[in-house]
């Protein structure tokens, strides 16, 4: 993956979308976080520090691909509480840690907070906050829908990156992904979770027209984004 040959530097963070579904990879000048690693190869995460799992569906958590990951990285394993006990024999105990709404951890000097997430078909689905050593905060909604307390959230956390799911998860479109971005309020708002091309043009144009101060960013797959 061509994030491994970037190097941000000191308030920078560079981010990768690398799957049609909610699999991003962020790189801080310290570290690397991967989020809802599947679709991809295990080799292409020579270096991480921690894996971040969202909930338990096909597309978002893959057992023998985090046990790949895990075993050539000896990386940190955070996970909502169903995603944790699928795991349980696939990462060590020590490396494994369950994460509700209001968690909160450091992996270095990166936090990385787990809040709720509004997706009913997952068991115990959360979102992630991670605040980069320099204070760059990234949003990552897993395949969440709006709801009221993401006004709230924005507010406390001033994200400055936020995904949005535009599609394939239940109730998801790129109307939905824009009224997440409406909620949070972030400098910037990138719409994933869709093989449509279309979807993504569709959510752009909407942002534009409903929340001009909001940057919209259509990442590449597989391409890095440097922010800011």
Not at 129 to 153: K, N, Y
Request: charge should be negative; glycine fraction near 4%; charged fraction near 25%.
């Amino acid at each position: 993956m061509e994030l491994e040959s970037v190097t941000p530097s000191k308030g920078e963070v560079a981010i990768v979308w690398f799957n049609s579904y909610a699999g991003v990879a962020i790189k801080t000048p310290t570290k690397m976080l991967v989020i809802d690693p599947v679709n991809v190869n295990a080799k292409a995460f020579p270096t991480v520090d921690a894996v971040l799992i969202t909930h338990e569906h096909y597309d978002h958590l893959d057992q023998t691909l985090i046990r790949e990951i895990q075993k050539q990285t000896n990386c940190t394993v955070i996970a909502d509480p169903t995603s944790t006990r699928r795991l349980g024999n696939v990462v060590p105990e020590e490396r494994l840690v369950e994460a509700k709404p209001g968690f909160e951890t450091r992996v270095g000097d990166v936090v990385v907070k787990a809040e709720r997430c509004n997706h009913p078909p997952a068991s115990t689905p959360i979102t992630f906050l991670v605040r980069t050593e320099d204070g760059i905060t990234v949003f990552h909604t897993a395949d969440s829908l709006p709801f009221p307390e993401m006004q709230e959230i924005g507010e406390r956390e001033k994200p400055d990156i936020v995904f949005c799911t535009v599609g394939i998860a239940p109730g998801t479109s790129p109307r939905t992904g824009v009224e997440i971005a409406k909620l949070v309020n972030p400098k910037v708002a990138v719409p994933y979770h869709t093989s449509s091309t279309g979807d993504l043009e569709r959510f752009a144009e909407i942002l534009t027209q409903e929340a001009p101060n909001v940057r919209c960013c259509i990442l590449e797959r597989n391409k890095p984004f440097k922010y800011p």
